[in-house]
């Protein structure tokens, strides 16, 4: 072999270098300049050996070439493996690529390293990402992975990644104090390691730590300006932890203009959506769905979708979705949970508590599961059954205001007027501005006949209502309605739909009260605008043609 064939041969290896970088527009030219040298060194070899040997150069060099070739190719192989590991969170085609690298040379102990690696952090990364708890071959991958951690310590206690793999493994297991020990060792031993960084700062944010968490996240970007992820987790905990739901989408959208292709960053921007009020459910549901044109597996996306029709009362198609998230993920908790509600809204039972008892085998110690499917046996009149959930409920999580508020609800419904009270006043005791506590406490004092305390209640109701107070002026109306006090139920209802104009029930109940004190002008004005906002309600039509008579 030549000098000039050993040179075209550099060449296109450097080259195809270069091709693989700018493709994944990932690697520093620090890192370029190592790789390159890397093979020019070899090709020195080469050149040595080519221009040095007589019997049998022609054979060596042919030779120590194609094992050139060779670890040049695994060398490709692994650095594509790391790369997209690192930004595209893609264990599965990273591990893919490494495994070609190691049939290409079994005996490479980096490439081994960093196999050992990467499986240790893809089994972590399922395991953070549950919405339930661990299940036995769940935590047996969590103590196989930390059992990795450690070998890979002592093989290269040097290196930054297996602290970096046990801090995701205590995170994982919320032990976040460990979690943290493990991670400041990895970024002492490698300050610049901006992926080090993200994972100290997604901690902190898990222990409330928001102003930790974004100096840490601040730090990354100065390191590494493309980082999307520590973009994302910025974006995450300036909407999630901090609601300030701009800043977050402005985290967002830098996170996408690095990588046009994020699905997680889309999916949260989804969320900004749905979070912030008013909501916007069109741009939830575009964001949500341009994550699945990108990620069609994607079964939290599939689950927002769910909660995009969810919310504005399209059932079906919430359901719809909700079936999709669960097709993917027989385990997926939080879509089984959803699923139940948007059954029991539409008065399916029977289909509700299925999906909660399945939901329950998932998770056999949730509270608030407890009190859904609680809520849903009194609905059905399994009074008994309802009252031991939410007593269950109440022995797991006795500060959960939501367990006293429904026990009031079951004791309330059927006359139990005094039992009821005890449980909303600890429902209130909870939280003192508990809006559904202080209309169903006093609608419990109306049915002792206890008129100043009931009315006292219903006021406190409106003062400390916050979202939506047409609830409260309604529950209020009510209550002056049903005492025959129809003027003061008449303008507890114009103050609902003044309130919200958009609120059908208001203009309905205000409509009949009218017609009842026999204002009809009024009242047909009401129950017109009332069939605008329901036009397919038979019941209105049937009470305008009576007034109209």
Request: hydrophobic share 40%; proline share 2%.
């Amino acid at each position: 072999m030549s000098e000039t064939d050993l040179n075209a041969a550099i060449a296109k290896q450097t080259e195809t270098l270069k091709i693989i970088a700018n493709h994944f527009s990932l690697e520093t030219e620090e890192k370029q300049e190592f790789r390159i040298k890397r093979i020019l060194l070899r090709a020195v070899t080469l050149i040595t050996l080519a221009a040095g040997a007589t019997v049998g150069a022609w054979e060596i060099a042919t030779y120590v070439y194609k094992q050139w070739q060779i670890h040049s190719l695994a060398d490709n192989y692994a650095y594509v493996s790391e790369e997209i590991y690192y930004k595209e969170n893609n264990p599965e085609v990273a591990l893919n690529f490494l495994d070609k690298a190691i049939e290409l040379v079994p005996d490479n102990t980096e490439y081994r390293f960093l196999k050992a690696y990467i499986e240790g952090m893809a089994s972590v990364r399922t395991l953070i990402n549950l919405d339930r708890p661990y299940n036995q071959e769940e935590m047996n991958q969590a103590h196989s992975a930390m059992a990795s951690s450690l070998l890979l310590m002592s093989s290269s206690p040097d290196s930054s990644k297996p602290y970096i793999l046990r801090g995701q493994i205590h995170a994982a297991l919320k032990e976040h104090d460990r979690a943290i020990e493990q991670l400041d060792k990895a970024i002492k031993l490698e300050p610049e390691n901006d992926f080090a960084l993200v994972r100290m700062a997604v901690v902190k944010n898990n222990q409330g730590k928001n102003s930790e968490a974004l100096k840490y996240l601040d730090k990354a970007l100065i390191i590494n300006p493309k980082s999307k992820w520590a973009l994302l987790w910025k974006g995450k905990i300036q909407g999630q932890a901090l609601n300030k739901w701009q800043l977050a989408r402005n985290s967002y959208n830098a996170a996408l203009k690095i990588d046009s292709r994020f699905d997680l960053a889309y999916y949260n921007l989804a969320w900004t959506w749905l979070k912030q009020k008013p909501r916007n459910y069109e741009k939830a549901r575009k964001n949500f769905e341009k994550s699945l044109t990108i990620n069609p597996s994607f079964k939290e996306a599939f689950y927002g979708l769910g909660m995009v029709y969810g919310y504005q009362n399209l059932y079906v198609i919430a359901h719809t979705y909700l079936n999709k998230a669960i097709e993917i993920d027989n385990k997926f908790l939080t879509a089984w949970e959803f699923r139940a509600i948007v059954n029991d809204e539409v008065g399916k039972y029977e289909d509700a508590l299925a999906d909660l008892n399945h939901a329950i085998e998932l998770s056999p110690n949730s509270a608030k599961l407890f009190i859904r499917r609680g809520r849903i046996l009194e609905k059905k009149g399994d009074l008994n059954q309802a009252v031991k959930d939410l007593h269950f409920a109440s022995n797991i999580e006795p500060n959960n205001k939501k367990v006293w508020l429904y026990l009031g609800r079951v004791f309330k419904n059927i006359g139990e007027y005094t039992k009821a009270i005890n449980f909303y006043s600890q429902a209130i005791n909870i939280q003192s501005s508990y809006t559904e506590a202080y209309i169903e406490r006093g609608q419990a004092y109306a049915g002792l006949k206890q008129w100043d305390k009931a009315e006292g209640d219903f006021d406190r109701a409106i003062d400390v209502t916050k979202y939506r107070p047409e609830k409260a002026y309604i529950a209020r109306g009510d209550y002056f309605a049903e005492r025959s006090l129809y003027k003061k139920a008449v303008l507890d209802y114009k103050i609902a739909r003044v309130k919200n104009s958009t609120y059908s029930k208001a203009w309905f109940k205000e409509a009949r009260l009218l017609a009842k004190i026999g204002n009809k002008k009024k009242a047909v004005e009401s129950i017109n605008r009332y069939i605008e906002l329901e036009p397919l309600n038979q019941e209105a039509f049937q009470f305008r043609e009576q007034l109209m008579n």
